[in-house]
């Protein structure tokens, strides 16, 4: 049973965060950026997470709670509404509380989560942003499913640093503390378990439970080295319940 | 020179195309290092195996237990052969499994019955199925990283076991009387069986040997409250004490579930009972299409007859401590810290100064490419076929291996 609160979590926290990336790297996100200048705030139900979504001559910004003052407010009655919105599935709409006649300020967000749907979902996106937003995505909802999914309490107990890397490119890390997880984007300093995935495609074909992960190291096509317990214990199913929120 | 594993690759390679994992279960290579073990086997004799590259290695996995008097044993392998010959699979059983039954009953200690089956998986769900028919009670305790088989009730978080699968499992930390006693307390009456391994076997941790007493108080316990203690001696069974892992640490189980070396690799296992347990396992339907196969059988007469003659524990034990006190005395030499835990029998080596691996993976890996095979995660098996010679040759590679890690680590 998944939980709406938590997926409402990954949507704010670990996928709208990705604009900021694309805002950078991809330049048909950069031009609609360009659109519009300003704010939204995302309030998924009555007392489930926020985010503050800030564009400021193109360049992106999202920022969990409220960020200053924000020119939009879009308020969803319950997180289902929020997730459906994001999923584009379901009965997904918000109650404009504040700028509703601001409609650039919507537009441009939602061509902006258009573009993000093409990069992620697409084929013809590069392999390389695609993966580095997967990345990033991966470490943020690692996260927030290790510190609040109830089933993902044992995995907790687990002490180490995972890194996840494309062979000669992005990185990103989480350290389980034995209490609580960590996400950080980049190389670990001294980390204790190491999976580089040798080009973005593998990476992205693991994403997506393309791949025999398991067929794919001794082939060569994953590099795997040091806690492969805290890896079968904890970051391996935690990629798996990542899936199975944002399938 | 260094071992390369071309051949090995490629067949994994089509191996990869038709089989999910292309390697499965524990004979997966990606807890091994990848890339610096093989990864297939072309023949075995003695301690040795080749990969079939031509490689070949002094082995201290020995299957992962099966193997104890060495690859490929003339006699265990003739009594199996010469079996066969008179059939495999039969629509009756042959004589041999009275025979089987007879000997588990004469050399081990609790052992007053004796059923057959393939895996150690069949013998422990069985003992779990004796012990809830026997007290009409769900409820089974388990230790906490034990291993009873890859089957649902034992299995932890793999795809496909759900919390159903285990409603009735309570784990507790190996060797800790107290919380074995809370658990009995928090769960009155309700408790079927406590299932142990003899020792804390855990892979990715050092090996636990019982603290004095610990055997005794979980026997009082059960008694006083109507468990029945099985004992897991799947993996140590053989190895310590012919009379059962259970003899040589002091102690008498309702139930003792064997598999492994009974056979020297040929494909058997063993629940054994007291006779207290004796009638409820007369009701228990019990079976297999291969349980009844007489020439597995007459592999297990001919190991056990070989085991008891040549004294396998006593050999066992000489030979992993001479083998660990070299291991030891090399890290020493290398200023490395590490840690031997476990009976010699059934040794395990981790770096002390570690909880990641890093280190034990590439000592592993060195020592693989140079013809010396650990693992460096799970406990290692010694066998009778293990000489002098080929401890003398693994402690000169272990040298090298050591050297590596000195030089990549420092410490």
Redesign the interface.
Known sequence: MLNEKILARLHLEAILPNMKTMAEEDSKASEIAKGWDGSIYFMAGVSGPRATLQITNSSVKVTPGKAGKPDIVLFFPTERLMNNMFKGSGVGFPVPLKGFTKIKGLTTFMNLAKRMEEILKGDKAPAELKAKLMLNTVANAMVIIANNDEEAK??LEH??VTEFSIKDGHAVNIEFTGTKAIGKIGNADAP??ILEFSTPEIFLDVSDDKI?L??A????DIA???????GE?AAL?LL?KIGLYLQ | MAYTFNKSKEMFARAAKVIPQGIYGHFTPVILVPGAYPYFVQKAKGSHFWDIDGNEYIDYMCAYGPMILGYANEKVDEAFMSQARNGTAVTIPSTLLVDLAERMVEINDCADWALFGKNGADATSLALVLARGYTRRNKIVLAEAGYHGAQPWSGSNHVGIIPADRNDIIMVPWGDLNAFKEVVEENKDQIAGAMFTPYHHPVWENQKLPEPGFWTGMRRVCDENDIILIIDDVRSGWRLDLKGAAHYFGFKPDLACYCKAIANGYPISALVGTQKMRIVASKAYATGSYWANSPEMAAALACIDEMEKIDVPSILRQRGEALMKGLNELAAAHGLQVTTSGPPAIPFMKFANETNFMRSQLFGAECSRHGVFFHPHHNWFISTAHTEEDIKKTLDVADKAFKAVKDKFGD
């Open positions: 044992p995995m002490k180490g204790d378990l025999d398991m067929a190291v001794p082939l060569g795997i080295k040091g806690d492969l317990h805290m214990m199913p798996d």
